[in-house]
């Protein structure tokens, strides 16, 4: 595994992180055909950075104009295999990104670990954007989601891991995302940037059958960012969608409109249903 902005890497941790990330692309890939050929080549092609659309990021770049450590010639050879390998998972990488689902459909065949050490290796050898890219893809796919970020977030990428659990949310229905909640605690994930985003962001009729589902404090919690974050309009859709589910009073309360009448069906217009029109015709003998 290599990880991002290690700068005690040596030679051999980053041949075996290149070379184990060349051995996934071709056990799983099956568009990367051109990359086990070239691969199996006593001599690598010259994969020159101009012929590929991104920046050249090496690993050992120096730019502060100091001449730095002297190499070896195996140091050397090291060193001109890492950029050969490199060049090679790009080339192949760049191919399967042109194609966005033969893309998405590689990426998930991939189990959790190598789904991480893809992006970590694509971050570093191609963009940060791209291994972000690897993760942010297989995490709107994933079937182990939950695996998945657990190794984003021993991995130091936190952040990324509640982003991506927020997305695949996003991209679920009721269903998909009663299962994800419920998949959560089972695991005693902190189901809260998910809940906080359902208040923000989720439509108004989905949130009645998902409070159904959550405990009173997930509730509370649920139900303070809608009123804090939503305006009038959407409280009021809440509200009369509460009713229809017959959600407590409590919870039509702590929308913040609870002053709203139920949104019965209108009363048929009769006299007797019309005080003021009772005064004014006379009594029915």
Same mark, same amino acid.
């Given at each position: 595994m290599i990880k991002p902005h290690?700068?005690?890497a040596t030679p051999d941790d980053v041949d075996t992180a290149l070379a184990k990330a060349a051995w996934h692309l071709d056990k799983k890939a099956d568009r990367l055909d051109l990359l086990a050929d070239e691969l199996r080549q006593d001599n690598p092609p010259d994969n020159s950075p101009t012929s590929i659309n991104t920046p050249d990021n090496l690993l050992h770049r120096n730019t502060t104009g100091d001449p730095g450590p002297r190499h070896t010639d195996e140091d050397e050879q090291s060193l001109a295999r890492q950029h050969a390998m490199k060049q090679e998972i790009l080339q192949s990488y760049w191919q399967l990104r042109a194609n966005r689902e033969?893309?998405?459909?590689? %990426?998930?065949q991939f189990p959790p670990s190598e789904a991480y050490e893809l992006g970590a290796l %694509?971050?570093?050898i191609a963009t940060p954007e791209e291994g972000?890219?690897?993760?942010s893809t297989y995490g709107s796919h994933a079937l182990h989601l939950l695996a998945f970020l657990e190794k984003l977030a021993d991995g130091g990428w936190g952040h990324h891991a509640t982003q991506i659990l927020v997305d695949a949310a996003r991209g679920r229905k009721v269903g998909g995302l009663?299962?994800?909640i419920d998949e959560m605690e089972v695991a005693g994930t902190d189901p809260t940037p998910v809940l906080s985003d359902i208040a923000i962001h989720r439509a108004t009729r989905d949130i009645p059958p998902i409070l159904a589902n959550l405990s009173l404090r997930d509730r509370r919690s649920m139900l303070a960012d809608f009123r804090t974050h939503?305006? %009038?309009g959407d409280k009021q859709e809440l509200v009369r969608a509460m009713h229809?589910?017959?959600r407590p009073d409590w919870e039509i309360f702590?929308?913040?409109?609870?002053?709203i009448p139920a949104p019965f069906a209108p009363t048929p217009a009769t006299a007797d249903a019309h005080p003021t029109l009772r005064l004014r015709l006379p009594p029915q003998s």
């Open positions: 290690r700068d005690d033969a893309y998405c459909r590689t %990426i998930t %694509i971050y570093q972000e890219l690897v993760w009663l299962q994800l939503r305006s %009038i229809a589910a017959n702590d929308v913040g409109l609870a002053s």
